[in-house]
């Protein structure tokens, strides 16, 4: 085919300028340190109605190409504001993200690099920036060397991929033959009442079905029983199920309750179950060497999740499963198209452990983070937030309108108003109405879940203190926010 000398042979770059990407990173440099200057005085829950975005955005896409200055006026007028802020010190909700500004940096060289670490032929630094990275966090978590990892987006899509091991370890011919694979056999997975809805996604999406999991009873303090795990398991084996994975979970979403993992990995050895421990955001506890104990048997899990984009002040997105068989891993997911086929034999091609081919040069901004606070820093700033939650709890102990609904074994507190002579589903509804005003007031932002006291799914709500810029006088001033917004319903 002959090659046109027309378009191509013109000096005039297709892209927009090079003095626009100059002009831009200033601007956005000016935008970007303003924002991050003044965000406390900025709301950290927006005013947005549903719907208002859209309305303000053409319906069509635009005919002529546009000046940049015209679109980031825009990016600052209509997303900005209409935003939950995430990077608000005063975000207290769900499990936090931070994007630390050595992270931000990363972001940048990553968009710019652009890079496609598929393969080592296709992102040779890439590929071994990760490798070494993770073996730094391996560390820095203080997990064993046996301990391999791989980045993937969250820790969502990590358990699945633990759970597709689990499952190509009992069942290997079921990545050829589909369910048939299973030879009769109905999968069991178990994981606690409080384990993280991934667990459930993964079984839709690996297509067990919602019926292949069982969840275990917790105690009071919201921790799986050991004692019931076992009983199910025997239960199972008895009526036709076929074990073959436990998800337990060091720091559940609701409460960050941490299951007895050594017990639960005895269950395992014992009956040959692959071992998953979910440490999304509670994994970061591990950092503080003193705080190692509360993982303990982690180590001898077959596979573990971990979230540097939660509490580790990685922004979004950025997620860590380690394993001890890398190999079983590669099992259940390499397939080489030709395409594919590189000259280098000896060396780790991530694609070959997972669904997603293209892959993100994740690992750039983890090694940026690492190294601009190193171990004492990151530490030292974990350690801090959970004085500040545990200052939180304290308040609520001491407090008569106040109960503490669950441990604190981290930096997240789970509680409620209480009020005189007021029955539970009034109760519930008041903490309703408290924390939608909390949020309306735009100066904090916090997020509620079940838990079940006594058996009794009861409304709660959760302070969560992780974001990196978080500090004591931010819970100080919540504390007095949630007072005075409890106070103002009595009228
Ligand atoms: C946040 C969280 C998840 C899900 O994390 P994503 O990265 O958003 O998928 C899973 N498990 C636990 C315990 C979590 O806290």
């Known amino acids: 085919m002959a090659v046109s000398s027309g378009p191509a042979a013109q000096a005039v770059p ?7 990407l100059q002009q831009e990173l200033a601007a956005f440099s000016h935008w970007a340190t303003d924002f991050l200057a003044t965000i406390e005085q900025q709301r950290v829950y927006p005013t947005t109605q549903p719907g208002t975005v859209a309305a303000a955005l053409p319906a069509h896409p635009p005919q002529q190409g546009e000046a940049f200055a015209a679109i980031r006026a825009d990016f600052e ?3 900005v504001p209409n935003l939950t802020h995430w990077n608000h010190p005063r975000n207290h909700a769900y499990f936090n993200s931070s994007a630390s500004i050595p992270g931000i940096l990363g972001e940048l060289a990553m968009a710019v690099l652009n890079n496609q670490g598929m393969l080592w032929h296709s992102g040779q630094a ?3 920036l990760e490798t070494v990275t993770l073996d730094w966090l391996r560390q820095l978590l203080g997990l064993p060397s046996d301990h391999w990892g791989i980045i993937y987006d969250t820790a969502s899509i990590g358990v ?3 759970i597709a091991a689990a499952r190509e370890r009992a069942f290997p011919d079921v990545r050829q033959r589909g369910p048939a694979g299973f030879g009769g056999k109905r999968p069991r997975i178990y994981c606690s009442e409080m384990a993280h809805s991934s667990v459930d996604k993964a079984c839709i999406g690996l297509g067990l079905g919602l019926d292949s999991l069982r969840k275990i009873a917790v105690d009071e303090a919201f921790c799986m029983r050991p004692a019931a795990l076992e009983a199910a398991i025997q239960e199972d084996m008895t009526s036709g199920w076929a074990p073959f994975c436990v998800v337990s979970t060091a720091g559940t979403t609701s409460s960050t309750s941490i299951d007895p993992i050594a017990a639960v990995q005895a269950i395992c050895h014992r009956h040959k179950l692959w071992h998953h421990v979910d440490a999304a955001h509670g994994g970061s506890m591990a950092i503080v060497p003193a705080w ?13 999740v971990y979230n540097p984009h939660k509490w580790l002040f990685v922004p979004m997105d950025c ?18 198209a030709e395409y594919l086929i590189t000259p280098q034999h000896s060396v780790t091609n991530y694609m070959d452990y997972g669904l997603q081919l293209g892959r993100r040069f994740r690992s750039l901004k983890l090694w940026f983070v690492l190294r601009a606070f190193g171990q004492q820093g990151l530490a030292a700033i974990i350690q801090d937030h959970v004085a500040s939650a545990q200052w939180f709890a304290r308040q609520v102990q001491a407090s008569q309108d106040w109960q503490l609904l669950a441990p604190v074994p981290m930096s997240t507190v789970c509680f409620r108003a209480v009020w005189p002579d007021v029955d539970a589903a009034e109760t519930d509804r008041r903490n309703e109405v408290l924390i939608q005003r909390v949020n309306q007031a735009g100066q904090m932002f916090v997020s509620h879940t079940k838990l079940p006291v006594n058996g009794v799914p009861t409304y709660t709500l959760r302070m969560v203190v992780s974001h990196l810029n978080t500090r004591l006088h931010h819970v100080q001033q919540a504390w007095a926010d949630w007072n005075r917004h ?4 009595n009228k």
């Open 14 to 20: 297709y892209d927009v300028a090079q003095a626009v």
């Open 160 to 162: 699945l991929h633990a």
């Open 126 to 128: 890439a590929t071994e």
């Open 77 to 79: 007028r209509l997303i």
């Open 319 to 336: 997620s860590v499963l380690y394993t001890r068989h890398r190999e079983v891993l590669r099992q259940a997911f390499s397939l080489v």
């Open 486 to 489: 409890r106070a103002g319903m």
């Open 292 to 304: 190692r104990h509360l993982f303990a048997g982690w180590e001898q899990a077959d596979s573990i």
